[in-house]
């Protein structure tokens, strides 16, 4: 056997496997997000309802799940090196705007509502800051998906063709969404008309999955 061929000992391989886990972990963490707040907050406390947003979770008793998910989404976003400058300058700035959102917590529809675990006391200044956070987090999450995920150094296999239109699609799905975010917070009559059916945290969980 060759002594330069990786085996299962070779440090180096090991730490590419570590990697892929770590970034694999980090993708379910994301995709389980709404869904484990969801579910765990009736588990946790009296709150039966599902809250206006997936930032309303910040004030619940899941708000430390929240922050901490969001943590680990930009601590690997962080460390995420791509391969060229822009890749590497797109992550950083994800990273910036995943902790923006953790941080910088949104104000709130309810300050009284029952399912609050800690007191809403955000300002409009750290609320905007929430608010541009998690739009510049999920653009940058639609052109990693339209246009650096898509790259490719030449004749495209046709497994590499069938992944750029699912990241496409991933793409375009997070501008809609962000579009109809857009247009929800603008009209007021589509507030009135759709609020009892959570459109905020459905859409914001369309486009984080």
């Known amino acids: 056997m060759d002594e330069n061929s990786p085996t299962n000992n070779d440090p180096n391989q090991q730490l590419v496997i570590s990697y892929l886990t770590l970034r694999k972990a980090v993708g379910v963490l994301g995709i389980l997000l709404p869904v484990v707040m969801a579910i765990g907050l009736p588990v946790l406390s009296k709150c039966i309802c599902i809250q206006d947003s ?17 943590c680990a989404v930009g601590l690997f976003l962080f460390s995420y090196k791509g391969y060229g400058r822009r890749d590497t300058i797109a992550s950083k700035l994800a990273c910036v705007f995943a902790i923006g959102v953790a941080f910088f917590p949104t104000s709130g529809p309810d300050s009284s509502s029952i399912c609050n675990f ?16 998690a739009a510049l987090f999920f653009l940058t999450l639609a052109y990693f998906s339209l246009f650096l995920f898509t790259k490719s150094s030449g004749n495209p296999t046709k497994q590499k063709l069938t992944r ?11 501008l809609l969404c962000i579009l109809l975010l857009f247009l929800y917070f603008k009209i007021p009559w589509l507030q009135s008309g759709l609020k009892d059916y959570k459109p905020v945290f459905i859409l914001e969980t369309i486009a984080l999955w």
């Open 54 to 70: 997936i930032s309303d979770y910040y004030y619940t008793k899941m708000g430390n799940f929240m922050v901490g998910t969001l």
């Open 118 to 133: 800690i007191h809403r006391n955000s300002s409009s200044f750290v609320s905007s800051v929430h608010d541009v956070s």
């Open 164 to 174: 750029n239109k699912i990241y496409k699609v991933c793409g375009y799905t997070i």
